[in-house]
């Protein structure tokens, strides 16, 4: 050991001690270092007691120790620690804390020049000298716990004049570096390149004294603006407020931004100002910070937050809010919900039934995502437009996708995706709304996903098509996606050949009215049915129009339907034919129309809409043409039956037929 290893060692001990005993006499006992532990007997003396006694000694003399004594068997000395008057720097009265020396910047940056902080690295122990008209920055430094100097080196600088002495004050790296990284942009919670543009923005559109001015009205110290460019002035006060520990200095950062962005800081330029909070927005869409269109900034929750359920925005005063309320359209977001609630059926009809159509499941998913991220690009849908991205390229690549990302299986995937749409609250109008808008490629889905053209599935039962005023429900249980309902409405589709009895036979378009259905009788049991580019022959038995007894024959609904073919598909209250009992058979046609046709409205328009207002009328939206065989118009019979109903309609009756 050398002596001032020696000097350090005692030093050391002592003031261990002093820290069990900080006032009044303690003992130090006084043990030889030997070289090897394990051997002690045998191994070198480093350091004696008696080598230890001495330097008490000298201590005491240089005023650390004081009233020492040493006992009889000199195993143990006596002694106080000297109660020496601390030393504080003059700065000491108005900088106590690390964040007090980063508000200084002027002196601040003195230090960091001072130390070359470009060299400065962690886990090693610099010492440095200066010169002696830093005394007063050095015990700051001192006061501070960033570096140490013993006074007393300096007085023994007898060769210097006072003034021109030199003091070698010693610190470590890692608290020099991290204290740097608080204004240089390394540990804050805005990304630094993203403080760096935002800082340009700022110093570019506005001048220095609008930028003081500004930072000032929001508790910004002015001793934290130096002289330089108007950028890095501000780039060092955003970093130091967004590198803080305390969440008030961190959302003082946010109201820093939020003012400057506020549409009266762009000279009622609207149109700039948006500009500017795109132009923002995507900068910090990866710190989960959103602009609105009035300029107030929200924190939004992270990826993690999400997981755990955790939707709420945070505005810049700390107030906790619900982001239903805050930039989204409901209706963006109802159809947002209805086309990812096809994903994930596509999805899990694609991973669990090899015998579907896979081609047409694809090409439905890829023409479904589309119409997604049409919705994504329209915005409005609060944060979902920085959650969204495309999960899979194709079906037939999702699982590797999946695992690529990490995640179990795709069905968890989706459906996470789903469960953050349902967090917002769609409205269960729109829903309904966008379901009739979209019922075309639901339907698609639907029958695409193993339904059986046709088939009609239970609105009460399959969730992803029933009245409900909830969305459906999604949960990820061992690592299988649970839809609510789905089971439900599966076991409704195997009840096919009795949901088909009586039914038109084809599943009618999307958009298909009453007045697109025309029948044509062609006798008093057949008739012909045109539904848009659907034909059929078919007759009263077929269509469920059988009466009562044991001997099949049509029923009053069915004569019923045939008076009304013979009377232009009205029955005015004044003809003959119009008996009481049509008011139970006009109800009881209509619920079987209904029924036949999958139709869910009445087929009748409503009962005092006659055209011609000759008083109160049934009158049928379906067009009807009566059977022509006892025709006195041969001509026509033979013309009707070589044209089909539409080019008939269009030579008869054209102001009727509706395409």
Known sequence: MTPKQKISFVKKMILEKAEISPSGRFCVNLMSVVEDLDFPDEAPI?????????????????????????DEKKQCAHLEMTKLKKRHSNLYSYIKTIDDFLQQRELFEKFIKLIDIRSIKPKHIYTIPTEESNDDLIQLLIDLDLAEYDWKEI???????IGNRIIEFTFTGDKVIELNNRVSGKNTRIKRQVLELISKDIGE??????????????GVPESMFIQDTKWRAVFYILSYYASSQLEKDYLKTLKIIQETMHPLMFGGDEEKAK????????????????????GKIYSIPTDEEWDLGIIDWIDVDGKTLNPIGFFIQSDHIAELWVLWSQVVILVSAYQENPFLNYKILENLYLEIIEKVEKVVKQGDIGCLSEEYKRPFISLATAKVETYAKKTENPSILIGSFLSKISGL??????????????????????????????????????????????????????????IEGLQDGLES????????????????PAGTTWN???????????????VKQFKLSTDYKEMGFVGAGKKPKPSEMWAFLRILAERNGELTIKDREAKDKYKKQ???????????????????YPYNSSVEKQGNSYKIKITLIPSLIDSKKPNIVEESDNLGIKEYLETQTPQIYEE
């Open 155 to 161: 007085e023994k600088q007898t060769y210097r004049d």
């Open 46 to 70: 480093l350091l004696s007691r008696k080598e230890q006694w001495f330097i008490i000694q000298k201590l005491e003399e240089e005023g650390f120790v004081q009233n020492i004594e040493l």
């Open 425 to 482: 609250n769609p409205s269960p109008s729109e829903i309904i709304k966008k379901k009739e808008e979209n019922a075309d490629l639901i339907e698609r889905v639907r029958l695409s996903t193993n339904v059986m053209d046709g088939e009609k599935i239970d609105k009460q039962k399959f969730s992803y098509e029933r009245d409900s005023q909830e969305p459906i429900k999604v949960q990820i249980i061992d690592g299988k996606m649970k």
């Open 586 to 604: 006009k109800q009881l046609l209509a619920k079987s129309l209904q029924s036949y046709f999958s139709l869910d409205y009445d087929p009748f």
């Open 275 to 294: 500009e500017s909070r795109e132009k923002y927005n995507k900068w910090l869409k990866y710190d989960h910070v959103y602009i609105n269109d009035d």
């Open 516 to 530: 697109n259905i025309i029948i044509k009788f062609e006798d008093d049991e057949k008739v012909y049915i045109q």
């Open 205 to 218: 559109r506005f001048t220095f004294i609008k930028i003081v001015e500004i930072f000032i009205d929001f």
């Open 493 to 508: 589709i195997t009840q096919t050949k009795k949901d088909n009895k009586n039914r038109f036979p084809y599943k009618l």
